[in-house]
């Protein structure tokens, strides 16, 4: 748990700020929080992450907890394991394994994201499951704790009411008798997760009504919220040993019935019902069956030890151990490593620092076009953005996006100002990475004279991979 905590601060410490831009939302709510402590945020992991950063205002103090939690996770996967097998090597194995979900550590290692939370409160929900029988005991009573601050961590945690429902409809088809405490507490937790969400969010149902299960994302950005997969790309960001022998064990399932099994399936047909409607993002969906398919991975390794112990083999245990940790290695350690390496060598993110510091010392207040991937950035530093991922926050976002897609294609001068007038925009943004996502190749305008002398845009701020400029006539 230390080396996977210590491996993950080595590149994200490496780095200024944050991998994505939805970190940066994190930090604009934090500092709202830590200015008006009572502005109602309807997050739990927003008040952890001020508490402190009060005491601690770096970006530092926020990576360190983030993946205090992130690994926190491992030491719940150790729990189970140790449940499951009753085997200390090979519950510290899998834990290790757990650890090093590729597209889980290059997702979370440098970002700030109330997903960590809630993925660390299902599994313990998972855990707390499987662990109470038919008696009141402490996980019985954490299971509820942990049901009643779900809703106020993510949205997503109505898949836990969803999920269990379904593994009661599973039960009762397979004829398996639940203790009535279970039964009890299913009940429960599925109708009081629904009215939380409709509670918390009805501003939102009342507004977007349907649309806002998918948040109100334009619809010429659908496709890149919801993108499709390969089975070579799941095999790496899943990794190799969780996904093959996790697919293996669910085929085992259908035939054997066993009741470990049994209590993990709904949340895998639940994963990947959503996935497959796209009511919620791949990136998220794979995490979570990366996740499931360690946890499923563990029943593999029982049946594996119990069969070797069991054999002429029983002496070399350790050989069936030392295969699967060269396995791991290769397959899952060194891809992460290298890409976390290409990734905290990024130009973008180097140039990130400098960026910030210009925009917080030069154009505080002041409101800024750029790609809506760029929004929360430059909110955090307290300019205005033009547009930013919360599409739910704007009933006519489909047209500024359009707005902004017409500025970048740079057809000419008159256009563009146009566009900045009717905003009421004086600065817009350029790099590499959004001009080649509008399809262009430099910062190229026709009639750039808006008067004989005068060019309708002036450069302000360049550190050789950002550029903003300033419209500089009126229409």
Request: with cysteine.
């Amino acid at each position: 748990m230390i080396f996977v905590f210590l491996f993950r601060m080595y590149f994200s410490y490496g780095i200024f700020g944050f991998n994505d831009d939805f970190s940066y939302k994190t930090v604009f709510n934090i500092e709202q929080i830590i200015s008006d402590p009572l502005n109602m945020q309807f997050n739990l992991y927003y008040y952890l992450l001020s508490f402190f950063y009060y005491l601690f205002p770096f970006f530092l103090t926020l990576k360190i907890i983030n993946n205090i939690i992130a690994v926190l996770i491992i030491l719940l996967n150790y729990k189970i394991a140790k449940y499951i097998t009753n085997e200390e090597n090979s519950s510290l194995l899998v834990a290790l394994i757990s650890g090093f979900i590729p597209i889980f550590v290059i997702e979370t290692f440098n970002s700030l994201n109330s997903f960590n939370l809630f993925l660390f409160l299902f599994v313990f929900q998972i855990y707390n499951f499987i662990s109470f029988k038919n008696k009141y005991n402490i996980h019985f009573y954490l299971f509820i704790l942990i049901t009643i601050i779900l809703p106020f961590v993510s949205p997503l945690s109505i898949l836990l009411a969803f999920s269990l429902l379904l593994f009661l409809a599973l039960a009762f088809i397979e004829g398996l008798d639940v203790v009535k405490h279970k039964v009890d507490l299913i009940i429960f937790t599925s109708i009081y997760l629904i009215w939380a969400q409709f509670l918390i969010y009805k501003n939102l149902f009342l507004n977007f009504g349907p649309d806002v299960i998918y948040q109100n994302i334009p619809n010429s950005l659908i496709e890149n919220y919801f993108i499709d997969t390969s089975l070579r790309s799941m095999i790496f960001e899943i990794g190799f040993i969780p996904l093959v022998f996790g697919i293996f064990i669910i085929y085992f399932f259908i035939f054997k019935k066993q009741r470990f099994l049994l209590s993990l399936f709904p949340f895998f047909l639940v994963f990947l019902f959503l996935i497959f409607f796209r009511l919620i993002s791949l990136k998220i969906g794979l995490i979570l069956i990366g996740e499931l398919f360690v946890l499923i991975f563990m029943f593999f390794f029982k049946l594996a030890l119990d069969w070797i112990k069991n054999s002429k083999f029983d002496r070399v245990w350790y050989v069936f151990l030392l295969c699967f940790f060269f396995i791991f290695l290769f397959s899952s350690y060194i891809p992460i490593q290298s890409q976390l390496i290409e990734i905290s060598h990024d130009k973008e993110i180097e140039n990130n620092e400098y960026l910030y510091e210009f925009i917080k010392e030069n154009l505080k207040g002041k409101k800024i076009l750029a790609d809506y991937k760029y929004g929360f950035f430059i909110q955090s530093v307290g300019a205005i953005s033009m547009l930013d991922q919360d599409f739910y926050k704007l009933k006519n976002s489909q047209k500024i996006l359009t707005d902004i897609k017409i500025f970048y294609s740079f057809t000419s001068s008159v256009s563009s100002l146009r566009i900045l007038e009717k905003y009421d925009v004086d600065y817009f943004l350029i790099n590499k990475n959004i001009l080649k996502s509008y399809g262009q190749e430099s910062f190229k305008i026709e009639n750039d004279l808006c008067f004989k002398d005068t060019k309708s845009f002036v450069k302000i701020y360049d550190d050789g991979f950002n550029q903003i400029y300033k419209g500089n006539c009126l229409l």
